[in-house]
């Protein structure tokens, strides 16, 4: 009289049991075992609740442009220049007060005197940049040559070489030192500001024929004469801003012959200007009444002499400024596009 229908009793018996009942032992083994490998797996990929891991998000690495490859943690705190243009690089990317050393020669922007020095270019005091002991040294390639590299290196201390050999290698430095500092999103800007005005220029100078172009000779010093050839950031500046070297078939920065010089006819002579006490003497000796070059179009051009002091500074390092030595060098070259110099 009490007992219930057969199919009400089923409804209320465990669900381990039922499934016992529909489906054979080894089925049921075989299930469990799949529900545990996938709790397991999910375990091990993390889910969207797991904690996360430490140094994940921060840590990254950079390669520099020797090929050597740093990890950190997160964005450094502490650096030492050991190049004028590395010191330009970091104070562009607004991160200055992160430098702890520059070299004696690092003398832009203005605030960099405020930084300690720690000696010359070509010889820094390394014992005294152990004991700062920065989180990173940004160095050139002559540090490399030197062995100060490798000395620092030995000692612990991570040395990061910047030697750009292309105005595309300069943007791809400057990113990476913004990365170095956390100041990723500020070397964006300067990144895409300078290949902007880059690209100008280019532009404007792209549609020139062969004997539109000037030749140009640029002298770094006069006696004995030295000059720049291919590899050269003068030498990409000139071709970038409508001219031809007239020693581009020399490679970087070389000694060559005065009378050869002369007998290329320059159209366009750029002189360097900054070096040290010697400051304008190679000016001085180009554009002199005596001077050997009073034969060329580039002295006896009838609207005036086409002879141009160029700041060193800007044309020969590999900082933010080498876009301002290209305008230079645009103007110089071809007033008629781009107004007088």
Not at 63 to 91: Q, R, Y
Not at 203 to 232: E, F, Y
Not at 271 to 289: C, L, P
């Amino acid at each position: 009289m009490n007992a219930q229908p057969r199919e009400n009793v089923a409804i209320k018996r465990p669900v381990c049991r039922r499934l016992a009942r529909r489906f054979p032992r080894t089925v049921l083994l075989a299930l469990s075992l799949l529900v545990a490998v996938a709790l397991i797996a999910a375990s091990a990929c993390g889910g969207s609740n797991s904690p996360p891991k430490s140094n994940s998000a921060t840590g990254f690495t950079v390669t520099d442009d020797l090929g050597k490859t740093f990890s950190f943690d997160g964005p450094v705190d502490s650096i030492i220049s050991l190049a004028p243009a590395n010191t330009e690089i970091v104070f562009a990317l607004g991160a200055g007060n992160k430098l702890i050393g520059r070299t004696d020669y690092c003398n832009y922007p203005p605030e960099a005197a405020s930084v300690e020095s720690v000696g010359g270019f070509w010889d820094p005091n390394k014992e005294k940049i152990v004991v700062l002991n920065p989180d990173v040294v940004l160095a050139a390639d002559i540090h490399n040559l030197t062995g100060d590299t490798a000395w620092l290196g030995e000692k612990g201390l991570k040395v990061i070489t910047v030697n750009p050999q292309t105005l595309n290698d300069i943007l791809t430095d400057i990113s990476m030192v913004g990365k170095l500092t956390g100041k990723e999103e500020k070397a964006e800007e300067l990144v895409a500001d300078m290949q902007s005005r880059i690209d100008y220029v280019a532009q404007q100078t792209a549609g020139l024929s062969g004997n539109q172009k000037p030749r140009v000779l640029h002298v770094t010093w006069h006696d004995p004469l030295w000059t720049v050839g291919k590899g050269s950031f003068v030498d990409a500046l000139i071709e970038i801003a409508g001219g031809v070297n007239i020693f581009h078939g020399v490679s970087g920065d070389v000694q060559v012959d005065l009378e050869t010089a002369v007998t290329r006819n320059p159209e366009v002579i750029t002189v360097f200007t900054g070096h040290g006490d010697a400051a304008n003497q190679s000016y001085a000796y180009v554009i002199a009444s005596g001077s050997p070059f009073k034969t060329t179009d580039a002295y006896t051009n009838p609207n005036g002499k086409r002879i141009y002091l160029i700041d060193a500074d800007l044309a020969s390092r590999y900082g933010p400024r080498i876009v301002e030595a290209l305008e230079i060098y645009a103007r110089v070259i071809h007033p008629e596009i781009f107004g007088p110099p």
